[in-house]
């Protein structure tokens, strides 16, 4: 069964410093990869995803992600975070047939001004 | 834009109530679901509906039951409210052979 790993439950890092949440899945089959994002008291936005082609995607807002099919990894990174970036942010693959997704445990970024 | 929208964001109930949690989007998807959300488990599937009057169980369907009678339309039923499913419960709708979901605003539901 497909499984979502987010290795960072809490993520804090000061303003205009680079982060990375990281994002790992299980399954061995072809996956298509998402990454959302919660703001306080609202639900889950996309934030950015992989269907296929270009291994690096981008957000509109300078998130990026990168697939890495051999490490089966997703990782979330960002080269300077502003306040504003304060959320939980959750990793989530497809898992096979269907149209479910399996969702990470949420890692939550906190920037400190 | 997609509008996903939840009948409560918050909703205090006691113990052995019935409760009906509503789910309305308004993109003519094909697909919804309920996931509850649990700090450190991130969101489990609960229930997952393809087209009207079809279902499929989730990941903890245990003490839940759904029901969809209309396209636009998702309820999700808890028929004898428990402390245990206690959470904040999300609504997403999707469209046939689309994987991207869109959310509701969610609720958050105390059973005391």
């Known amino acids: 069964a497909q499984s979502v790993t987010q290795l960072d439950s809490q993520v804090p890092v000061f303003e205009e410093a680079p982060v990375e949440l990281r994002c790992n899945y299980s399954?061995?089959?072809?996956?298509?990869l998402f990454w959302y994002v919660q703001y306080p008291n609202q639900g889950l936005q996309l934030l950015l995803k992989?269907?296929?082609?270009?291994?690096l995607v981008e957000s509109i807002n300078g998130f990026e992600a990168e697939f890495n099919k051999s490490q089966t990894s997703f990782h979330l990174r960002k080269p300077s975070v502003h306040i504003s970036d304060t959320a939980e942010y959750f990793c989530?693959?497809?898992?096979?047939?269907?149209?479910?997704?399996?969702f990470g445990g949420g890692t939550r970024l906190m920037v400190k001004p | 834009d997609v509008k996903v929208t939840q009948s409560s964001r918050y909703l205090v109930k006691r113990t052995g109530e019935k409760v009906f949690l509503e789910c309305v989007q308004d993109?003519?998807?094909?697909?919804m679901f309920w996931y509850r959300q649990d700090p450190g488990l991130g969101l489990r599937l609960i229930y997952f509906?393809?087209?009207?009057?079809?279902?499929e169980k989730g990941d903890i369907p245990e003490g839940y039951s759904v029901s969809r009678e209309k396209k636009e339309r998702f309820s999700l039923i808890l028929e004898s409210a428990s402390t245990n499913q206690t959470s904040m419960y999300l609504c997403?709708?999707?469209?046939?052979?689309?994987?991207?979901?869109?959310f509701g605003p969610g609720t958050r539901l105390t059973v005391l």
């Open positions: 997403a709708s999707s469209l046939a052979g689309i994987f991207t979901q869109y």
């Open positions: 399954s061995s089959v072809s996956v298509y």
């Open positions: 992989y269907l296929s082609g270009s291994t």
């Open positions: 989530a693959a497809t898992r096979g047939a269907g149209n479910m997704l399996t």
């Open positions: 993109m003519d998807h094909e697909n």
């Open positions: 509906s393809y087209d009207v009057k079809m279902k």
